[in-house]
C-alpha cells in the first residue's frame, strides 16, 4: 500500500495530464459533433479553456520535476563548476520566490471570487475552480524546486 502511494505521489503530474487531456479531447469532439444539431453546446469551449488551465499549471510542475524548463545557459555555461553551483542556487531560489508571489496572488484572487460568488457564464462554475491550478500549480512547483535546491546544497562538489 505504501508502495501505490508513493508511485501516486511521485506521478501525480503525468496522471493529472492524462486525465486533463482526455477532458479536452472529449469536449473538443463533443461540441464538433453538436455542430451539426440544430443547437450548439455553448459549455465545452469553457470546459476545455478550464481544462487547459489545468494542464499548463500542473505541466509547469512537471517540466520543473523533469528539469526540462526552458532557460538560458549561454552565460551559466560561462562561469566555472563551483561558481556554476552558487549560481544554480541562486535562479532556483529566485524562481521559488516568483512562484510564491504569483501563487500568493492567485490564493487572493480566489478569494475574492469566493466571496463575490462569481460564475463562468456557460457551466455557472466558480471561478474559483477556474483559477485555483494557478496555487495548486505554484504550490506544487515550489515543492519540486525545494526537493531539487536542497539535492543542489547538500551535493558534493
Known amino acids: 500500500m505504501k508502495k501505490i502511494k508513493f508511485r501516486l505521489l511521485n506521478y501525480f503530474e503525468y496522471y493529472m495530464l492524462a486525465l486533463l487531456l482526455l477532458v479536452i479531447l472529449s469536449g473538443v469532439i463533443l461540441g464538433i459533433a453538436y455542430r451539426w444539431l440544430p443547437f450548439t453546446l455553448q459549455w465545452t469551449v469553457e470546459l476545455c479553456q478550464t481544462a487547459f488551465n489545468w494542464m499548463v499549471w500542473i505541466g509547469i510542475s512537471l517540466c520543473i520535476k523533469e528539469d526540462s524548463h526552458t532557460r538560458l545557459t549561454f552565460v551559466y555555461d560561462l562561469f566555472p563548476p563551483d ?6 542556487i541562486f535562479s532556483l531560489a529566485c524562481f521559488i ?13 480566489n478569494l475574492y471570487y469566493l466571496a463575490k460568488d462569481m460564475r ?15 496555487v495548486i500549480g505554484c504550490a506544487i512547483s515550489i515543492f519540486r524546486l525545494i526537493n531539487i535546491t536542497i539535492k543542489e546544497v547538500t551535493k558534493k562538489i
Open 120 to 134: 463562468t457564464p456557460a457551466m455557472r462554475l466558480s471561478y474559483f475552480w477556474v483559477r485555483i491550478p494557478i
Open 83 to 88: 561558481k556554476k553551483r552558487i549560481l544554480r
Open 97 to 109: 520566490f516568483l512562484l510564491a508571489v504569483i501563487g500568493y496572488n492567485a490564493a487572493k484572487m
